[in-house]
């Protein structure tokens, strides 16, 4: 695909670069033995831009860029408001839930449902994480990035992809398997410039090319003026899409069960904010994160939108041979995800296309690390150290963390080439996703802000909320699946007040957290950023109605 020895120099040298400064941040200081709290919290010593750029650098992989890419292609911007209503998300997870989860100095989510709730719900939820970051999002990470490099440096046909699996895992394992949450968080500070940087040279060099005349303002004309329906944020019932992102619903519905869940309670994306140096200084990395969030759909959906124009060849369109070939799943449909990876190795000239696989590889590789990352640290401290080595010493659990990291990363190395060939990945992990993370969304919202929750309440809830989700997508009420997981979570709570009030003799739990206004008191950088961030969302979501 063209790739030129400057390219391949480019890409080893940022594989070399990085796995190098992994190490580096992380070694050992003299006299001073790594211990659990330096290699789960890293030390509890992040600044906010460091917290801010890990928030993205884990959350933006070959989900966003190859998923969200061909969603774009698909659907259009609407599937932007996954990032732009997450940056709301981080601003109120900041605001309200932070400030008890680092009160508490937790290493793990599932410890605060032992705190909170009981150790065998904490054990039930703690296994449930564990294979759902193993077998969904470790799995599908390396997948959809062996999938994106064997389209832009192979052939296509997946002659690569296992190579391209083999060589994202080691290059995540060389240095977060030793380094631990140092080494992925200040590693994630480069990786998350090299994306944004990437990405938004694929958008510019995309639009630049998808008329004859060439011009990046140009192009986007022309793209808005061609494909004006995709520049909608709310669909219209009509639209065949509507079933996936449901019109108004998105806004004030299953959308926020979605990023509440994720970016509140999911390990790999908080636990870099509890290794904060302080509170504060926590909520200003959320709060840059926000900021970032802003910009994603720039880099990520826009070059899907770019190449629904080049493939439909509407009049003005610059003439693209072999377009319909490359977009061909080989069973008359259309293969959405190609269309990232196709942008690249079609049109980023040689001596930059290094420079964006490198991109492409930090946005996997981030995400990969910090999966591995927190799987060990569930594993280590809610499983092995209560269960397993209760006099386990700080060397066993650092040990303990770097094998399970190993093991973790094995099986999804073995699960991901069966995957196959799914449309719309990106939708595909959300969808079913959602039929568990509105019972557990369910339970930590009432854990935290409802004293009368009672244990025995939450383990009925979050089992009965799998039974409500399946019920609800089998039934005769033809339901879109985020409206499913909208009326699930209002159900569990519904059934988790109703266990609590009746089996429950006293006025509150004992085990319920008491919230103090003063807990909830915010830094004016915060609050100004809250703010600004807002103001911005309604202006966009007022322009792209």
């Known amino acids: 695909m063209n790739f030129s020895v400057v390219d391949y120099g480019v890409f080893f040298g940022y594989i070399i670069f ?4 992994g190490l580096w941040v992380s070694r050992e200081k003299k006299g001073h033995e790594k211990d659990s709290k330096d290699y789960f919290l890293a030390g509890k010593s992040l600044p906010w831009w460091a917290i801010g750029a890990s928030l993205i650098a884990a959350n933006i992989s ?3 860029f190859i998923g969200m890419s061909g969603s774009g292609f698909a659907i259009g911007l609407a599937i932007a408001s996954y990032e ?12 309200f839930f932070l400030p008890i989860f680092i009160e508490k100095k937790l290493y793990t989510i599932p410890e605060f449902i032992e705190q909170r709730f009981s150790e065998n719900l904490k054990t039930i939820l703690a296994v449930f994480w ?11 990470v390396l997948f959809l990035g062996g999938k994106a490099i064997d389209t832009i440096i192979g052939t296509g046909d997946g002659g690569i992809i296992i190579w391209a699996i083999l060589g ?7 240095y977060s398997l030793y380094g631990g949450l140092s080494a992925v968080a200040w590693t994630d500070v480069v990786q998350v410039a090299l994306l944004v940087i990437g990405g938004l040279i694929t958008s510019v060099i995309a639009l630049n090319s998808v008329t004859p005349e060439g011009g990046v303002f140009h192009g986007l004309s022309h793209v808005f003026n061609t494909a004006g329906d995709k520049f909608h944020m709310i669909l219209s019932r009509d639209n065949p899409e509507y079933f996936n992102l449901p019109g108004i619903a998105v806004l004030i519905g299953g959308m926020w ?8 309670f999911n390990q790999y994306i908080i636990q870099r904010t509890l290794a904060a140096k302080s509170l504060r200084e926590a909520q200003r990395g959320i709060a840059f994160a926000a900021f970032l969030k802003l910009i994603i ?5 826009i070059p899907g939108i770019v190449a629904f124009v080049m493939y439909t060849q509407p009049e003005g369109t610059a003439a693209i041979s072999g377009v319909h070939e490359a977009f061909s799943n080989g069973e008359g449909g259309i293969n959405y995800d190609k269309a990232y990876p196709w942008l690249i190795s079609v049109f980023i000239p040689v001596g930059l296309k290094g420079l964006v696989l490198a991109a492409l590889t930090a946005a996997i590789v981030s995400s990969l690390a910090s999966m591995l990352n927190s799987t060990s640290t569930i594993f280590t401290m809610d499983i092995y150290k209560p269960y397993i080595n209760k006099q386990a010493t700080e060397k066993n659990l650092v040990t303990t963390g770097r094998i399970t990291a190993f093991v973790a990363l094995l099986i999804a190395i073995l699960m991901a080439p069966i995957m196959g060939n799914i449309p719309q990945m990106f939708q595909y992990i959300q969808e079913y ?18 004293k009368k929750t009672t244990n025995k309440a939450a383990i009925v809830g979050v089992l009965s909320s799998i039974v409500v989700a399946l019920l609800l997508k089998t039934a005769v009420v033809d339901l879109p699946w985020m409206d499913q997981m909208f009326y699930t979570m209002l159900i569990t709570m519904v059934i988790i007040a109703g266990v609590s009030m009746t089996t429950s003799e006293e006025p509150d739990d004992p085990k319920g957290i008491d919230l103090t206004a003063s807990l909830f008191k915010t830094g004016p950088v915060f609050n100004i950023s809250a703010y600004a961030v807002m103001t911005i969302l309604v202006v966009l979501y007022a322009v792209f109605w």
């Open 18 to 21: 990085i796995v190098g400064l």
């Open 84 to 95: 732009w209503m997450a940056a709301i998300t981080l601003i109120i997870v900041g605001k």
């Open 62 to 64: 070959a989900e966003q």
């Open 433 to 450: 996703t959602g039929l568990v993370s509105p019972g557990i969304l369910a339970v930590f919202l009432m854990g935290l802000f409802w």
């Open 168 to 174: 994202l895992a080691f290059i995540a394992a060389a």
């Open 257 to 264: 069960v979605a990023n509440l869940y994720y970016w509140g």
């Open 130 to 140: 564990i294979a759902l970051f193993i077998f969904v999002n470790l799995t599908s």
């Open 297 to 301: 759909p720039l880099i990520v959906v």
